[in-house]
Nanobody, 118 residues
Framework: QVQLVESGGGLVQPGGSLRLSCTAS????????MGWYRQAPGKQRELVARIRSTGTTNYADSVKGRFTISRDNAKNTVYLQMNSLKPEDTAVYFC????????????WGQGTQVTVSS
């Protein structure tokens, strides 16, 4: 079971940018996909971006054109570049490994808090 640690969150103004990092305890090369999720207070966790082992990416409609998911296999790290941030992006952001069925495979970590001021 891969362990994941998120970092890079913080407080930003609307329109600002952040880059989140997700570092894995082992190689992510053989994992079907890696995903970034977020959970706002009182709301369900939602998928915001996913990158498959092939390099194919998927994004929630709410973040398309603003967020970019990428990975560095040599560093066992997945990134989420977030630009043009909006207050509705405020949430705790998590990463996880995703199998071919769309199920997450690792335990949820602490996540990293992203706060976009209004």
């Amino acid at each position: 079971q891969v362990q994941l640690v998120e970092s890079g969150g913080g407080l930003v103004q609307p329109g600002g940018s952040l880059r989140l990092s997700c570092t894995a305890s082992r190689s992510i090369f053989g994992i079907y996909a890696m995903g970034w999720y977020r959970q706002a207070p009182g709301k369900q966790r939602e998928l915001v971006a996913r990158i498959r082992s092939t390099g194919t990416t998927n994004y929630a409609d709410s973040v398309k054109g603003r967020f970019t998911i990428s990975r560095d296999n040599a560093k066992n790290t997945v990134y989420l570049q977030m630009n043009s941030l909006k207050p509705e992006d405020t949430a705790v952001y998590f990463c996880n490994a995703v199998d071919v069925f769309g199920s997450t495979r690792a335990s949820w970590g602490q996540g990293t808090q992203v706060t976009v001021s209004s």
